[in-house]
């Protein structure tokens, strides 16, 4: 096939926009997939995407199209019109966690189909997606998606494209996932529009891994778009990120299920069978080549190690489950290389792992999944973020919970990830999203109208102040209509300090944590609120005290527990029982001085979970 009737694309939505059905749809029409094969969210594998309505992870798919010809936009492009072409659909994942999947995707195509839902029109993760395209200059093909529903109004969607993005009018194609309707015009437009890869095939093997995955027989499988030469079977390939050598056991396509062939060319998508037993050890965003000609070709642009930027850890609500979980959090490594975990043990509550995610939704799929496939009871604290701290001597220290601050007297400044937060909102909620937006010490930055109606937000806020309960917060006052984007800023200085707990005079390292100081004698108080309806009753008062360095923020008192040492008295002169109220103030004085609160694993729990 030449390199002219090959077209590289994908497909990028905000999650539920209808990308998953269309993709269906596309398979159906070029007859990848025989009806009896054919399945809704065919390129969903997991059961976890196909609940949820999103893709976690992407799936590439090869389709033959027999173009015969229409009303050419740009008659150039399209050699021959009775031409059958090779069309590779990247599928990209469908949430701000995945960003950088998103970008190496966007990398191996020329173009990209951005699909619009009619009934909800453009949202923040469209936003995002479309200039994370025209970073990458591919060309955009607008679907408004979902005509086909009652409250569908294509018209209004249509003006929202031309306001955000400057299409015009004969560039809007209109479709229906579900029924097929438009399909046949969206292939065409992308045989049309969508310009033929480059490349140069007398040059060495250069390819870049835009997606990996584990087979427990063959080892790390490297899905790759071929930029220039070609690569054959059974020949010793390099990783240039990572400086590892690995061999082509076999090479193919999908269709959409994998494929071998006898190699892959320039311009083509296709796997890499590597029998590599470390997903680590072939990236995402790598650049893969010949291992005789590595010193010839240069990595590809875009390449980086993408960092966790939420934290969490991870325990077995019983404690005989941790080597469950310590072999579950091994196999669930070998498929995902962002994880990253380490054992901990807080001898209130026991043993476990604390894991590093890409967000909030990589959280909570790592969760679902070691729950699901490996039948584990879990319990996750509450997430938190990395603080970089900077001692007096200039060593850098990264702190991801408050067990390992240093002593304040020892830090010279603390610095905590920052985000750009782009919220997209009907206009009449922008007062009740600046409130909730002001108290998470976001900082405004612009406001700009899509339309007549929507609201598009910039804001810039510590990423500490989002992952809790910002988004439940949001889609609260905004009855359900706004959506948020956002991606990281800087690290930037941050007057924070390590907030305490502790129970009857005792520090308990377990329930400390960072906060702003502008927010922590608040935080401070709900939490030893909270404590006092977990912590039960003793023989003796319990202060329940928040601290920063000496100083007492907040305090709450239990009181005693108290038995009626009178009960048994029958009559008599009130000083007896005076005596014996007495004697018992005296004893619980004592027990005070030599008692020890135990603090059950429930109320731990209680505290630290999310």
């Not at 930027?309 to 091994?330: E, H, K, Q």
């Amino acid at each position: 096939m030449e390199l002219t009737n090959i077209r590289n694309f994908c497909i990028i939505a905000h999650i539920d926009h209808g990308k998953s059905t269309l993709a269906d749809r596309l398979l159906e029409v070029t007859n990848t997939v025989s009806k009896r094969e054919m399945k809704d969210q065919l390129l969903d594998q997991m059961d976890l995407e196909r609940e949820r309505g999103i893709t976690i992870k992407l799936q590439p798919v090869r389709m033959h199209y027999q173009y015969s010809g229409s009303q050419i936009l740009n008659p150039k492009s399209v050699p021959d019109r009775q031409a059958g072409y090779i069309l590779n659909l990247i599928d990209t994942p469908g949430h701000v966690d995945f960003t950088y999947e998103v970008s190496r995707s966007l990398n191996a195509c020329e173009g990209a189909i951005l699909v619009v839902d009619s009934t909800q029109g453009i949202e923040a993760q469209t936003l995002a997606n479309v200039y994370l395209a025209l970073e990458h200059n591919l060309t955009l093909i607008p679907v408004v998606n979902k005509i086909d529903l009652p409250n569908s109004d294509r018209v209004k969607t249509a003006e929202e494209l031309k306001t955000a993005f400057g299409f015009k009018d004969e560039e809007i194609l209109y479709a229906s996932g579900k029924t097929g309707e438009g399909v046949e015009e969206i292939l065409r437009a992308v045989v049309e529009r969508v310009p033929a890869p480059k490349g140069d095939t007398t040059k060495p093997f250069t390819g870049l891994i835009f997606d990996s995955m584990y087979d427990i027989h063959r080892g790390v499988v490297v899905f790759v778009r071929a930029m220039d030469g070609q690569l054959a079977p059974r020949e010793k390939i390099f990783m240039i990120g990572s400086q590892t050598q690995a061999e082509s056991l076999e090479v193919g396509y999908f269709h959409p299920k994998m494929e071998k062939s006898d190699g892959i060319k320039t311009g083509e998508v296709g796997y890499i069978v590597t029998g590599l037993r470390d997903v680590s050890k072939a990236r995402v965003g790598d650049t893969v080549t010949l291992f005789d000609r590595k010193t010839d070709v240069k990595q590809l642009p875009g390449y980086k190690h993408v960092k966790p930027m939420v934290y969490a850890t991870i325990f077995p609500v019983s404690g005989d489950d941790y080597p469950v979980l310590r072999d579950a959090m091994d196999k669930l490594k070998l498929s995902d290389a962002a994880l990253e975990f380490e054992p901990i043990n807080i001898p209130s509550i026991g043993f476990g792992f604390r894991t590093g995610f890409l967000g909030l939704l990589h959280m909570d799929i790592v969760q679902e999944r070691l729950t699901r496939e490996y039948n584990l009871d879990l319990v996750l604290t509450a997430p938190s973020v990395a603080y970089h701290i900077v001692t007096n001597s200039g060593k850098d220290l990264f702190v991801h919970n408050p067990a390992e601050f240093p002593d304040p007297s020892l830090i010279k400044e603390i610095n905590e990830p920052w985000m750009k937060v782009e919220i997209l909102t009907p206009q009449e909620y922008i007062g009740p999203i600046m409130e909730i937006a002001n108290q998470r010490r976001a900082i405004s930055k612009d406001i700009k109208y899509i339309g007549s109606e929507r609201v598009d937000m910039h804001f810039e806020m510590p990423l500490s102040n989002i992952i809790i309960d910002f988004y439940d917060k949001l889609k609260s006052v905004s009855s359900g209509y706004a959506s948020l984007n956002y991606d990281f800023i800087e690290e930037r200085v941050g007057d924070l300090v390590k907030v305490d707990i502790l129970v009857a005079g005792e520090p308990v390292p377990a329930l400390s944590a960072i906060m702003h100081r502008s927010v922590a004698a608040q935080d401070g108080k709900e939490l030893v609120e909270k404590l006092k309806q977990l912590i039960p009753k003793h023989q003796f008062e319990v202060a329940i005290q928040a601290t920063i360095g000496g100083k007492i923020i907040a305090r709450e008192t239990i009181s005693a527990l108290r038995k009626d040492v009178t009960g048994y008295l029958y009559g008599g002169d009130v000083t007896r029982k005076m005596k014996l109220l007495n004697k018992q103030k005296k004893g619980k004085k004592r027990m005070k001085k030599i008692g020890r609160v135990d603090i059950p694993q429930e109320a731990f729990l209680a505290v630290l979970k999310k």
